[in-house]
């Protein structure tokens, strides 16, 4: 799944440790959502976007489901 | 504190009891083994507790490893529950081949202590290859 994270991590000028601190979990585990080799489970995902102050549909997008970027569509 | 010191910290305290776990099995280990060699005690269930004291030790270490699977981020577990499930596995297959070994081909019987370096063993290079997946 792709995501925004180093967009947004850069734009605050946060290190990979910084944003690992703040969301209570490894650099590691940064790094490897950042270069998409992991997708977060929902409540991680939510801390995220809670942390950027975005919703979770801006931060990461499901390819699969191209129009689920706008959750409009969803509601029918 | 930041998460990054808890997580250091954590990881140092690990350290130590592990530390700690590994001393109390040295000492209980040499201790009965001494009072065992020296034909000290005769008493059957005597002897075997004293043999057996040493896994004191080995509850300490199953408990720790416990304590920091839990502490791990979500990740960190995916990729120890990797390592165990290849470990698990590389384990089973190589005690069963050993076995087979020992009845068609005259393999020696080999000590139960080999088991826990095979399994440790499958289960650091299941882990380094999970590790890799995600970096």
Known sequence: MKNRLRVLRAERKWSQADLAAALGVSRQTVNALEIEKYDPSLPLAYRIARLFGQPVEQIFVDEAVPEAKDPTILAG | MSMQDTNALNARRYGLELVACLALYAVLLIGSLAILDRNLV??????????????????????????????????????????????????????????????????????????????????????????????
Do not use: C, H
Not at chain 2, 69 to 96: H, S, V
Not at chain 2, 115 to 127: F, Y
């Open chain 2, 42 to 135: 005769a008493w059957m269930p005597g002897r075997a507790i004293l043999g057996l004291s040493p896994m004191i030790a080995g509850f300490g270490v199953l408990n720790l490893m416990m304590r920091r699977y839990r502490a791990q981020d979500e990740l960190q577990k995916k990729i120890m529950a990797e390592g165990i499930m290849f470990g698990f596995g590389a384990t089973a297959i190589l005690t069963f081949s050993y076995g087979f070994l020992q009845r068609t081909a005259g393999f020696p019987d080999v000590s139960y202590f080999y088991v826990w370096p095979v399994l440790a063993g499958s289960w650091g290079i299941g882990n380094a290859l999970a590790f890799r997946r995600y970096r």
